[in-house]
């Protein structure tokens, strides 16, 4: 364990740092799968575009970065000529970013149609199949060690989740929240009024085209279809979901800490991660022959009320709450905080949704959560993992104001153990 009795100051401002990431990290998670659903429909849809929320909120994120990496830059005199594509290394460099943002922006779009299909309650609990993947994408390609306690918590974790999605343990079925549908924001104009009319005559029209399912294959089709809905599309989609947020987040840890990036302001690193979004979700709204003629013809605002643009602040805010916890903490203390998020969301689901637990689910959900906790206690520990801890919580203390003792410090902190000082006295 790191001794903190040299640098008291400093790990008082750390520990002050980890509590206010994951008070705003929970906070943000229960208030936007909250707004995911009250921002739907009578029908439990969306009015608006789903790339819509998440564009104007990678363009929000976008800009603060952008503010607070100009300040960056003229605080510590560097040339904007570093931080662009002056060379073909930097711009190599560059197009690593494009990786996370184009998982992050899957990510952020799947949820709002896995929020269609499951109750808010059954969403996040079956979530908790990301700290499964995460643990394996940990072990693969950050290397970190897990006991085999850990992988036995990692077991039951799996089949309880298995057993909640396949058994009784309440309704399953997501429902629209009745009374709590806000107006939308804009009245749409006579040209809007006139697309939209013209895209449901061609919807009418193309559903009333049923000669074709007399065709064998077309029914085939429809078989497997039905299948899929007997398995459970929302299920589906919340797997997929899993497995594309573990992979973002630890490709993202993994260039957020590697080599010199570690000591690089977070907010020049997320500037980068940030406009490839911005570019991947105004795509969205650009190639979509749907997508785009409501946004030429109705606006970016089209369709939207009060909480979705609520959800719009909320999801950027954490976005860039995620951000902060993969470059000074790390991906497990992410989803091992979020289970907070899974008790709170469950419990308001209780008074706020009509959901409706049964026995079996009061059985199941609680082996999920000992699971974690058994997950998190057997955690064994690792030499290189604290020396990376240390370092960061050195960075974390001067998060917006460095110092040119913190290099001193890390400089020291990379140094190879001297005979004076054993490994022993180093963690």
């Known amino acids: 364990m790191v001794c903190c009795r040299p640098c008291p100051r400093l790990c008082s401002r750390s520990s002050a740092y980890t509590l206010a990431l994951g008070l705003g990290f929970v906070t943000l998670g229960t208030s936007r799968i909250l707004l995911l659903k009250f921002s739907a429909n009578a029908e439990n849809k969306y009015d608006f575009l789903p790339a819509s929320v998440n564009l104007l909120a990678e363009a929000l994120k976008l800009v603060f970065c952008l503010v607070m990496s100009l300040r960056v830059i003229v605080r510590e005199g560097r040339s904007c000529r570093e931080l662009g594509c002056s060379s073909i290394p930097s711009f190599v460099s560059l197009l690593k970013w494009s990786v996370p943002a184009f998982l992050y922006f899957l990510d952020n779009l799947i949820i709002f149609y896995v929020m269609t299909y499951l109750q808010p309650a059954m969403a996040v609990l079956f979530s908790n199949f990301v700290i499964l993947t995460t643990a394996i994408l940990f072990r693969v390609v950050l290397k970190r060690r897990l006991s085999w306690v850990q992988w036995a918590a990692l077991v039951i974790l799996f089949l309880s989740i298995i057993s909640l999605t396949t058994g009784s343990g309440g309704s399953r079925q997501s429902i629209a929240v009745p009374g709590l549908h806000s107006s939308p924001v804009s009245s749409p104009s006579n040209s809007c009024l006139l697309y939209t009319q013209l895209l449901e005559q061609m919807r009418n029209s193309s559903a009333s085209e049923s000669w074709m399912s007399s065709l064998p294959g077309q029914a ?176 974390n203390g001067e998060v917006f104001k460095r110092s040119r003792g913190d290099g001193q410090e890390l400089e020291r902190l990379t140094k190879t153990n001297t005979d004076s000082e054993s490994e022993e006295e180093s963690f």
């Open 220 to 395: 085939w089709r429809d078989k497997v279809v039905g299948r899929l809905r007997s398995l459970g599309v929302g299920h589906i989609l919340l797997l997929l979901q899993c497995f594309i947020s573990s992979l973002a987040n630890i490709y993202n840890e993994k260039i957020l800490k590697e080599g010199d990036q570690l000591t690089e302001s977070i907010f020049i690193q997320n500037s980068k991660l940030y406009a490839f979004g911005l570019v991947f979700n105004g795509l969205t709204l650009g190639l979509g022959r749907e997508a785009r003629g409501l946004t030429v013809h109705c606006g970016l605002l089209h369709g939207h009320n009060m909480y979705s643009l609520g959800l719009v602040l909320v999801t950027a805010a954490l976005g860039l709450s995620v951000a902060f916890i993969l470059k000074f903490r790390d991906n497990m203390f992410h989803v091992l905080t979020g289970q907070i998020t899974t008790v709170l969301v469950t419990t308001l689901s209780l008074f706020l949704f009509d959901f409706h637990p049964s026995l079996d689910f009061f059985l199941q959900a609680p082996v999920v959560l000992l699971a974690i906790f058994i997950y998190n206690a057997s955690r064994p520990k690792d030499p290189a993992y604290s020396l990376q801890q240390e370092k960061l919580r050195v960075i």
